[in-house]
């Protein structure tokens, strides 16, 4: 069993600047080396990729929506992910969800409880 526990949403205005991290406990990413991942979903929308980390390797994968402006990092001693979310729009107003599984086959078996990010224009 994965746990996943995000932190770091809130309020903030366009063209600003947040950081969401997760911390995975259980089977931790640092020992078994699966995928994580951040998706997003705002009201009425369907769940949307932002970016994606092969734990192992260190690969990164991101939604062409938040392409260069959002940067998905790990710390492995800490077992936690992070999204660094820069130049912020109103449009990336939603409950942000850290995954955890494979980023190969885009299939996710741990799912966080969410955090909101709202920005405001």
């Known amino acids: 069993q994965v746990q996943l526990v995000e932190s770091g949403g809130g309020l903030v205005q366009a063209g600003g600047s947040l950081r969401l991290s997760c911390a995975a406990s259980?089977?931790?990413?640092?020992?078994?080396?699966?995928?994580m991942a951040w998706f997003r979903q705002a009201p009425g929308k369907e769940r949307e990729f932002v970016a994606a980390?092969?734990?192992?390797?260190?690969?990164?994968y991101y939604g062409d929506s938040v392409k260069g402006r959002f940067t998905i990092s790990r710390d492995n001693a800490k077992n936690t992910l992070y999204l660094q979310m820069n130049s912020l729009k109103p449009e990336d107003t939603a409950v942000y969800y850290c995954a955890a599984g494979s980023v190969r086959s885009q299939t996710y078996d741990y799912w966080g409880q969410g955090t909101q990010v709202t920005v405001s224009a």
């Open positions: 980390v092969r734990w192992s390797v260190g690969t990164t």
């Open positions: 259980g089977r931790t990413p640092s020992t078994f080396g699966y995928g």
